[in-house]
């Protein structure tokens, strides 16, 4: 059973710093992508950050300079650390994994979108 859990969400000061955690278990393939989402009340969830096997990462224009995607422990955690927070930043914000058969960062994206192993989502609250 593939499970995702994130961690690491609250409240921040604009300007401040949260690191987001997602704990994956259960999952195996040779080729996936890693990545981030955020939704925030009344609208989409939308990409934020990726990251493939082969290291390639991609980030939103929002994130760039702020946000890095990184993993650890042979890809069983998965962070993002956050940056120059903004209260737009506020959402929640959930961990997904899936297997890709070609590394690209907008095939990553999709293929996030279309997993069905996400995790449960974590806040966070940004005030200015």
């Known amino acids: 059973q593939v499970q995702l859990v994130e961690s690491g969400g609250g409240s921040a000061q604009a300007g401040g710093s949260l690191r987001l955690s997602c704990t994956v278990s259960?999952?195996?393939?040779?080729?996936?992508?890693m990545g981030w989402f955020l939704q925030a009340p009344g609208k989409e969830r939308e990409g934020v950050a990726s990251?493939?096997?082969?290291?390639?990462?991609a980030y939103v224009d929002s994130a760039k300079g702020r946000f890095t995607i990184s993993t650890e422990n042979a890809a069983n955690t998965l962070y993002l650390q956050m940056n120059s927070l903004k209260p737009e930043d506020t959402a929640m914000y959930y961990c997904?994994?899936?297997?890709?058969?070609?590394?690209?960062?907008?095939?990553?994206?999709?293929?996030?979108?279309?997993?069905?192993?996400w995790g449960q989502g974590t806040q966070v609250t940004v005030s200015s």
């Open positions: 997904a994994v899936g297997t890709i058969g070609t590394y690209s960062a907008l095939n990553c994206f999709v293929t996030l979108r279309r997993s069905t192993y």
């Open positions: 259960g999952y195996s393939a040779s080729r996936y992508c």
């Open positions: 990251i493939q096997t082969n290291g390639d990462t």
